[in-house]
């Protein structure tokens, strides 16, 4: 009875949403107004995530059954959305009830997609040429890697891989080859340490977001425990680690989690989707981002109400939060290659980065219209940043002018990056009016 009176409310309440290019000099005001349910919060910062804003303030109420919110957001050239047909569609996204009312994964970029894939789950220890090893199975497998993220964070590694068959272009379904494939591939990610840490698994198609799947097979794998050895990670570690206190607020009955860490693309996402993944509930909270620093304060309780009570569970929020910070911050040299699109190419790029010593901290693989557009992140094995005589003998190795440097951490700020709204537009019907409730 309770779950049917809260769909009937909410189909009586839909969100409303009013974007706002008035009411701030330089960004433009997106404010979110709908009936209250858990995981809210997340669905929206993950519906303008998805659609490459930068959300550069949010200020977030959520009490007394009604959640509110307020987001200044800017695109990726640091400037407000003034195109009529892109407020349209993110004011359709954000008042859609199949998005914010029951959780759905249509349109969303990076999910696990339909059956015409198959889609790979891999966790274990990482090392040096790990991924280049993966590539290299389902190479000789006879799969071919469509799309694909790859994480590491405190020696451990996560990815979700799409593959399908490279004769077919379709999902492989055949239980023995399926079978095949997970035994080759944890005995790769097992190493020669034989550790049962590793693990593979084949999710139904569809299931969650591909970017908070990552975070939580991290999360299972318990990467926010501290290695003893990290691989060349000691030095990023001290020049940017976040830092998170959890506090108490006794008058009001909540706890007060406030973070301070390097700005970054996604952030607001990272630490949001950790907190309503470890069932708790953002009551209040603001965000300021500036030009070096992004500061975040939460009024949070768990699910049932209670806030944290004990000192374990503080220190475990605390490295849970740093851990989903860390995991996507960006370490080492950006290269992106543009190629088209073959069988066994990934597998040879991975190699030719193996050979020459470099180390892959993440990975992002995408293939469309029958062209590769992969985006890794480099270290030497060491951690260390790359000599750029090492990157110039790639690139001769490489040939064709394909790969390209988009980003050295250690040398010049982030350059703007293109932003996918416009790619999102093209299945929007663009003759559609501009309107705002009030």
């Not at 982030?414 to 705002?436: D, M, V, Y």
Request: charged share 25%; with cysteine; net charge negative.
């Amino acid at each position: 009875m309770d779950d049917e009176f809260a769909k009937l409310l909410r189909r009586i309440n839909p969100p409303r949403v009013v974007i706002d290019n008035d009411g701030c000099e330089d960004a433009t005001i997106i404010q979110v107004d709908s009936v209250n349910k858990h995981g809210i919060l997340l669905q929206v910062v993950q519906i303008l995530t998805d659609l490459d804003l930068v959300i550069k303030k949010a200020y977030i109420s959520s009490d007394g059954g009604w959640f509110m919110d307020v987001f200044n957001v800017i695109d990726q050239n640091g400037n407000k959305i003034r195109d009529q047909d892109t407020i349209s569609y993110i004011q359709e996204r954000l008042e859609s009830s199949d998005d914010l009312v029951e959780p759905s994964l249509k349109g969303l970029v990076g999910l696990v997609p339909s059956e015409e894939h198959t889609c790979i789950e891999l966790t274990g220890r990482d090392r040096p040429g790990l991924l280049s090893e993966v590539c290299a199975v389902l190479t000789d497998l006879e799969c071919n890697v469509v799309n694909a993220e790859i994480w590491t964070h405190n020696e451990r590694a996560a990815a979700v891989v799409l593959v399908t068959d490279h004769t077919m272009g379709c999902a492989i379904e055949d239980p023995k080859r399926l079978a095949a494939i997970k035994e080759l591939l944890c005995n790769v990610l097992r190493g020669h340490n034989g550790l049962n840490s590793a693990k593979m698994t084949l999710p139904p198609p569809g299931v969650t977001h591909r970017q908070r799947r990552l975070h939580q097979i991290m999360f299972a794998d318990r990467d926010y425990e501290k290695a003893d050895n990290l691989i060349g990670g000691n030095a990023h570690a001290k020049t940017s680690k976040p830092h998170v206190i959890v506090t108490d607020c006794a008058e009001k009955d909540y706890t007060v989690i406030t973070m301070r860490s390097k700005d970054r693309p996604k952030l607001l996402f990272d630490t949001i989707c950790t907190l309503t993944d470890m069932q708790y509930v953002v009551f209040h909270g603001v965000v300021h981002t500036g030009t070096a620093e992004a500061y975040q304060e939460y009024y949070i309780r768990h699910m049932d109400g209670v806030p944290i009570s004990s000192e374990a569970e503080r220190d475990r929020v605390v490295q849970c939060l740093e851990a989903a910070i860390e995991r996507r911050g960006t370490e080492g040299l950006e290269l992106e290659l543009c190629a088209e699109d073959r069988v066994g190419l990934l597998s040879d790029i991975t190699r030719i980065f193996r050979e020459n010593g470099l180390c892959i901290k993440r990975a992002e693989i995408s293939t469309r219209g029958g062209k590769a557009r992969d985006t890794f992140y480099v270290t030497d094995v060491t951690g260390s940043p790359v000599d750029h005589k090492t990157v110039d003998s790639i690139c001769e190795q490489i040939g064709g002018g394909v790969l390209h440097v988009k980003w050295d951490i250690n040398a010049s700020p982030k350059p703007q990056q293109e932003s996918t709204i416009s790619f999102l537009l093209g299945s929007f019907f663009r003759s559609r009016t501009f309107s705002s409730f009030t």
